[in-house]
T-cell receptor
Framework: DSGVTQTPKHLITATGQRVTLRCSPR?????VYWYQQSLDQGLQFLIQ???????AKGNILERFSAQQFPDLHSELNLSSLELGDSALYFC????????????FGPGTRLTVT | KNEVEQSPQNLTAQEGEFITINCSYS?????LHWLQQHPGGGIVSLFMLSSGKKKHGRLIATINIQEKHSSLHITASHPRDSAVYICAALRSTDKLIFGTGTRLQVFP
């Protein structure tokens, strides 16, 4: 158990809908990272927050947004969902601002039908 | 061409065999991660290294910065080692770029 929690574990929704994925980092970790793992693209970095502020951005679509709250949990919002958004979404956390060592959550499996 | 390449893509071994998974990268990095993804999907960080060699139990990771190459070795492999092994390069921009993974199956 990495200490990182993600909810929900599974999510099934229809195209065009909006969903919110939640991540709670390990106690004491200030950085949260979001990753997408799809069958055709593999693992891709989406975005990083550090202590409430956006720190780095990767291949995140404009339809996706994220935020980190004062209690350090983070939410990833996915809107206008398309079939291609079906994937495993992982969050990871680290104590530092730099991604030296990360602890991964169990992931949220999103299926868009 | 992917910035991070892994080989082989698939690997089958008998229990007890010595296993090597290779990772080559074409970009400047500040560190390289090795991750293990279990069949259920969970990801575990195995190593983070920026030079030399690290060992944890039966796992050994090495990196050659000049050659832009890293290897993950598993000694005395066991069926519970069956998983996908992923290397990920940490760029100076602090973004992780992932390889496509090596699927390992170890049979008893």
């Amino acid at each position: 158990d990495s200490g990182v929690t993600q909810t929900p574990k599974h999510l099934i929704t229809a195209t065009g809908q909006r969903v919110t994925l939640r991540c709670s980092p390990r106690s004491g970790d200030l950085s949260v990272y979001w990753y997408q793992q799809s069958l055709d693209q593999g693992l891709q970095f989406l975005i990083q927050y550090y202590n409430g502020e956006e720190r780095a951005k990767g291949n995140i679509l404009e339809r996706f947004s994220a935020q980190q709250f004062p209690d350090l949990h983070s939410e990833l919002n996915l809107s206008s969902l398309e079939l291609g958004d079906s994937a495993l979404y992982f969050c990871a956390s680290s104590v530092a601002e730099r991604a030296i060592e990360q602890y991964f959550g169990p992931g949220t499996r999103l299926t868009v039908t | 061409k992917n910035e991070v390449e892994q080989s082989p893509q698939n690997l089958t071994a008998q229990e007890g065999e010595f296993i090597t998974i290779n990772c080559s990268y074409s970009v400047g990095i500040s560190a390289l991660h090795w991750l293990q993804q279990h069949p259920g999907g969970g990801i575990v960080s195995l190593f983070m290294l920026s030079s030399g060699k690290k060992k944890h139990g039966r796992l050994i990771a090495t990196i050659n910065i000049q050659e832009k190459h890293s290897s993950l070795h598993i000694t005395a492999s066991h069926p519970r080692d069956s998983a996908v092994y992923i290397c990920a390069a940490l760029r100076s921009t602090d973004k992780l770029i992932f390889g496509t993974g090596t699927r390992l199956q170890v049979f008893p």
